[in-house]
């Protein structure tokens, strides 16, 4: 302890930078961590925070609503499935609307013909849709309150959309997202698309029996019907097309400062102790233990880190105390800045691995020649 | 009669083998009493140093039998040795004596941190290195750091420090030989004073034949082997 706090003490600004490197590095990373998950919540927040724990898809549909179509055969086998409580039809698309009248943009409706299925599973304000035409809109783009006029094309029948209330991270395909029932969603089909036939549904949202285990239900409709792709909330959310991609480029930039950190970390403090070899091996001739030399090394190296450590999640809590990031949702996560401050002090000491093998090394003969350095 | 601070018996060092072996040190016999001042005066690479090293468990010979205090020190293990450093005896060295970045109390007081946790005197510590500053006329530069004292009182310092531990016999080696003489005199003059007053022995390695005269005995030493 005295050692390595009298170095620092004489020595401040040098280990300063290194703290101010470290927390810097910490809150690229939380940064960056929170812009996936963010990202993420954007493209599957809808099917992530809805209230089916089990969704289907038809095989061919890549686990997209957009591009799954489930047929009337589909539909009757999985309300035969044993275990099956209640399944709720869904039809969702991208449409122009104008919000209060304002200028055109995209925005993706998502209807059921069930309230409690495929519906955001928490409100943060206002209140769930009951009647036809009442929506609850993502929270980042609507207010309560709002009306969404879906713009029609042709001879196409304008609908309209009251925002009753709204959820957090319900995004789907980083759009602005209603969702309200099915009949409106229909609405919305034909004021695109007048001459349409039939309104496809696009999934399923099922529920299944109390006590059956979602995952073990998905099993058992694929089973029953081999066209259908079923899955839980979670795996839908997981595996749909683009997520994985988003996760694995983000993995590839934390493996690189998964490296960084230790090389920084590990390359001061390996400069650090080759400049004072020579009052090591003074010490060492002396009679200090290596054990109390590599216990002021790893010290320095945690007392510095974990300054870092602070001064990143520090600037992480204040870059996301906005909570928004132009439209991306940057929140702030204590157990990721927790976990990502304990795998900083880890890397740091396994950074200074270097260094420590040199002070164990010190031959305390090289005192009397001066040599050792 | 107490253990002499020194007994070294058929000491060798050799560096090397076969054809290039070099003695270093070939020592049939020394002993130095419990409170004897020893100067050891030879000329460049005849072993002084390597007699200290020896002496001080700083290296280990390679034949022959070393005890200090009346402890055999020729089987101790490294980390035993470390220990031993530590606990019984006092290095002023040739070159590097201090570290810069600790003021001079904190390189007396770092001795006492030296062992780890369980082997520290705190307070006593404390006690003892503010009274040896005082004895060694640094009391007003106990705060400063190497760099900011003059090679005299760095000397003074390494001094301190080399009495820490209240050692059995302290090892000088060439302490003067970065002073001019005036000072020189006055250090040695110092370490005489200070090892009378504690009863300690001493071995001050020196090229000086001027400053051999305040100690109570000189050794002289040529190609490793004590001529006298
Ligand atoms: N590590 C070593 N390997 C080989 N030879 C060595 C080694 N260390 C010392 N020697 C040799 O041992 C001999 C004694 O060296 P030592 O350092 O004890 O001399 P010294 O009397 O202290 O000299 P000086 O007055 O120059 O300090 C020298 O010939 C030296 O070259
Ligand atoms: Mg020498």
């Known amino acids: 302890m005295f050692l390595a706090f009298h170095e620092i003490r004489r020595g401040p ?3 300063s930078l290194l703290a101010l490197a470290i927390g810097l590095l910490l809150f690229l990373v939380l940064f960056q961590q929170a812009i996936q998950n963010g990202l993420i919540t954007s493209f599957v927040g809808a099917l992530r925070n809805q209230s089916a724990p089990v969704v289907v898809f038809s095989l061919d549909g890549q686990r997209t609503l957009q591009g799954s179509t489930v047929s009337d055969d589909i539909d009757a086998k999985v309300r035969e499935v044993e275990g099956v409580d209640a399944v709720a039809r869904a039809g969702q698309g991208t449409f122009t609307v104008t919000i209060g009248g304002g200028d055109a943009t995209d925005a993706s409706i998502l209807g059921t013909d069930d309230p409690g299925l495929g519906r955001p599973s928490e409100l943060s304000g206002g209140r769930r849709a009951e009647a036809e035409g009442e929506a609850v809109g993502s929270e980042a783009d609507f207010e309560v309150g709002d009306e969404v006029s879906v713009v029609a094309s042709g001879d196409g029948e304008a609908v309209v959309l009251t925002v009753v209330g709204v959820a957090r991270d319900v995004q789907l395909s980083v759009e602005p997202t209603l969702f309200t029932d099915l009949a409106t969603y229909e609405a919305s089909v034909r004021a695109v698309n007048p001459q349409a036939p039939v309104v496809p549904v696009n999934g399923l949202f099922v529920r299944p029996a109390d006590g059956v285990d ?82 002021a090394l790893v010290t320095q190296v945690l007392a ?59 031959d305390p003969m090289d005192a009397t020649t001066g040599a050792g350095t | 009669m107490t253990d002499p601070a020194l007994q070294m018996t058929g000491v060798r060092k050799v560096y090397g083998s076969g054809d290039q072996e070099v003695v270093a040190l070939d020592c049939d016999e020394l002993t130095i009493a419990e409170d004897e001042i020893v100067a050891l005066v030879g000329p460049s690479g005849s072993g002084k140093t390597t007699l200290c090293s020896i002496a001080g468990g700083l290296l280990q010979a390679t034949e022959g039998t070393v005890e200090v205090g009346g402890r055999d020190i020729t089987e101790l293990s490294a980390s035993e040795l470390t220990d031993f450093r530590r606990t019984a005896v006092g290095f002023v060295f040739q070159t590097v004596n201090l570290v810069p970045f600790l003021t001079a109390r904190e390189n007396l007081l770092v001795v006492d941190e030296l062992g780890g946790r369980r ?56 302490p003067t030989s970065a002073l001019d003489s005036k000072l020189g005199d006055q250090v040695v003059k110092l370490i005489r004073d200070e090892m009378k007053s504690r009863g300690t022995a001493a071995i001050i390695v020196t090229h000086d034949d001027r400053i051999t005269h305040y100690a109570d005995r000189t050794v002289h030493i040529e190609d490793g082997r004590i001529t006298d």
């Open chain 1, 214 to 295: 979602p995952a073990e239900l998905a099993d058992r409709i694929n089973e029953a019907a081999p066209d259908a792709d079923a899955v839980t909330r979670e795996e839908a959310a997981r595996t749909a097309p683009g997520v994985a991609q988003i996760r694995q480029s983000f993995q590839i930039i934390f493996a690189l400062y998964g490296m960084v950190v230790p090389l920084v970390t590990g390359l001061f403090f390996l400069i650090v102790t080759l400049q004072k070899a020579r009052s090591l091996t003074l010490l060492r001739a002396i009679g200090a233990r290596t054990g109390v030399l590599a216990t």
């Open chain 1, 304 to 362: 510095v880190t974990f300054l870092g450590v602070i001064v990143g999640i520090g600037l992480y809590r204040l870059v996301t105390s906005g909570g928004e990031l132009s439209s991306l949702t940057v929140r702030f996560d204590p157990a990721l800045a927790i976990g990502w401050g304990i795998g900083f002090l880890v890397l740091a000491v396994v950074g200074s691995l270097a260094s420590l093998r040199r002070v164990l090394r010190i």
């Open chain 2, 119 to 174: 082997s520290r005197n705190g307070a006593k510590a404390k006690e003892r290195a503010d009274q040896l500053l005082d004895e060694l006329g640094l009391t007003d530069r106990a705060g400063n750091l190497s760099s900011e004292l003059s090679g005299g009182q760095r000397q003074r310092v390494a001094i301190g420090r080399a009495l820490m531990n209240d050692p059995a016999l302290v090892l000088f080696d060439e």
């Open chain 1, 13 to 15: 600004v040098r280990f």
